[in-house]
C-alpha cells in the first residue's frame, strides 16, 4: 500500500449559514494521503478541522470539490455503498470512546468485523489479538464502566485498526486523557501505524503529537496555509 493514495480531497469546500452571512468553513481544501503515511491537522478552534474529517469520512456532504476513498469518487456511491465503502477502508477514533457499556471490550472491538459479516468465531480471534496488539490482552471481556479511561480509548482504538483499514482518521484521541495517559496513547498511535503499515489522519491540539506524525497541516481561514514535514 506504501506509495499509493488511500485518501484524497479536491478543491473541497463547506458552507455554513448564519443569518445573512455565509461562513466559509473550508474553501477550497486540496488534501492527500499515501498508503502509511502520518498526517497531523491543526488548527484553532472553529477553524473546521471536525468537519474536514467528516467530509474526508463521507459522514457529511460537501457544498463542492470531491472526497476519494481507495480510489473511489465517494460522490458516486449509494449510501450502502459508501458505508460498506468506509467498513471495509477506513477506522474512527474520537476524543470520547463512544463504546457500547453492555458489552465488553471484545464484543465492541469485534462489531465493525460482524457488520462487515465476518463470522462470530473469526471476528472474536481477530479482535482479540488486536486488543493484545493495544496491551489489553487480560481485559478482553471487561466492560467499558470497568476500564480506566486510557484502557477505554485502547479499546476504541483496537475498534478502529480491526478491519486493517487503509486508513485511520481520528479526532483529538487524546484530548479526553490525562497527560500521562495521552503520552502513552500517543506511542501506541504512532507504533501502531508503523507496525501495522496504516495511514492515519489526526486532528489534535496536542503538539507532541502532531510533532510524531510524517506531516503537519496547518488549517487556517478555510485553507489548508502551512504543510511542514
Keep these: 500500500m ?3 493514495m488511500v485518501l484524497q480531497a479536491v478543491e473541497l ?5 448564519q ?3 455565509t461562513i466559509r468553513v473550508l474553501d477550497g481544501v486540496d488534501l492527500e494521503v499515501m498508503g502509511g503515511e502520518r498526517v497531523a491537522i491543526v488548527g484553532l478552534s472553529g ?3 471536525s468537519t474536514l474529517l467528516h467530509l474526508l469520512a463521507g459522514l457529511d456532504s460537501a457544498d463542492a470539490g470531491q472526497v476519494f476513498i481507495g480510489g473511489e469518487d465517494i460522490a458516486n456511491l449509494d449510501e450502502k455503498s459508501l458505508c460498506r465503502l468506509r467498513n471495509r477502508t477506513l477506522g474512527f477514533v474520537y476524543q470520547f470512546h463512544y463504546l457500547m457499556v453492555e458489552f465488553s471490550a471484545i464484543e465492541n472491538v469485534a462489531m465493525p468485523l460482524m ?3 465476518a463470522n462470530w468465531k473469526l471476528a472474536n480471534a481477530t479482535a482479540s489479538e488486536m486488543l493484545g496488539k493495544v ?3 487480560d481485559r ?3 466492560k467499558p464502566g470497568q476500564l480506566s479511561g486510557g484502557e477505554r480509548q485502547r479499546v476504541a482504538i483496537a475498534r478502529a485498526l480491526v478491519t486493517h483499514p487503509q486508513c485511520v482518521l481520528a479526532d483529538e484521541p487524546t484530548g479526553n486523557l490525562d497527560e500521562k495517559t495521552a503520552e502513552d496513547v500517543n506511542q501506541l498511535l504512532v507504533d501502531l501505524s508503523c507496525d501495522l503499515n496504516m495511514s492515519f489522519v489526526i486532528v489534535t491540539h496536542n503538539h507532541d503529537l502532531a510533532s510524531r506524525m510524517d506531516r503537519t497541516m496547518v488549517l487556517h ?6 504543510q511542514r514535514q
Design 2 to 4: 506504501k506509495g499509493e
Design 221 to 226: 481561514n478555510g485553507l489548508i496555509e502551512v
Design 19 to 21: 443569518g445573512d452571512k
Design 115 to 117: 457488520i462487515g459479516d
Design 140 to 142: 478482553l471481556n471487561h
Design 135 to 137: 496491551g489489553l490482552k
Design 47 to 49: 477553524s473546521g478541522k
Design 13 to 17: 469546500k463547506k458552507f455554513y449559514g
